[in-house]
């Protein structure tokens, strides 16, 4: 197991379209899926894209668990998704808070779907199909950002809505990513 170093914005993998993972079972996906896992755990994120720690490749991991000290955020099941699509199932989109790994101690407000409908495969190569709402449609549509090179700020509307987060939230405690 490792903590890999997270790449920050401005590093021009994150920027880069990430690849298909095309054979599965292997140990390299395994020590890169560890890796992915041990840094996100590390870091107190709630998501983590294998770019983030330079292998631009399509995989991404997130979950939450329940949390009483952020009751909107509600749990996630631990997940472990390569090579995902992402079909918008409304055309509602809503406005709220997002952090990343790779934008440390800031916040904006990020337009998302708030129901999509979820594909890919998991590390063994079988099928993951989810359709899922609010906070974990939001985090899913983070993670696959960064498989095309997107990071949040890009996605905000009002800049007036972007800062940081200790003078953005002074006095609470906000998750890290
Ligand atoms: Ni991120």
């Given at each position: 197991m490792a903590i890999r170093t997270v790449l920050r914005m401005g590093d021009p993998v994150l920027l880069q379209v990430a690849k298909k993972v095309?054979?599965?079972?292997?140990p390299e996906l395994e020590t890169l899926l560890q890796d992915m896992h041990d840094t996100m755990v590390a870091l107190n994120g709630a998501g983590l894209a294998a770019p983030q720690i330079g292998i631009s490749l399509q995989v991404v991991i997130f979950g939450v668990d329940y949390n009483p000290r952020y009751p909107d955020a509600e749990a996630v099941p631990y997940t472990i998704l390569i090579n995902p699509k992402i079909t918008p199932l409304s055309k509602k989109v809503e406005e709220d808070w997002e952090g990343c790994l790779s934008v440390p101690g800031m916040r904006g407000r990020v337009p998302r779907h708030t129901k999509i409908r979820y594909q890919g495969v998991d590390q063994h190569g079988n099928t993951i199909d989810r359709s899922v709402e609010n906070f974990h449609a939001r985090v899913v549509q983070h993670e696959c950002d960064h498989l095309h090179g997107i990071l949040y700020p890009m996605r905000i509307?009002?800049?007036?809505?972007?800062?940081f987060t200790d003078v953005l939230f002074p006095g609470q405690e906000v998750m890290d990513d």
């Open positions: 095309e054979q599965f079972d292997t509307r009002d800049f007036r809505q972007f800062g």
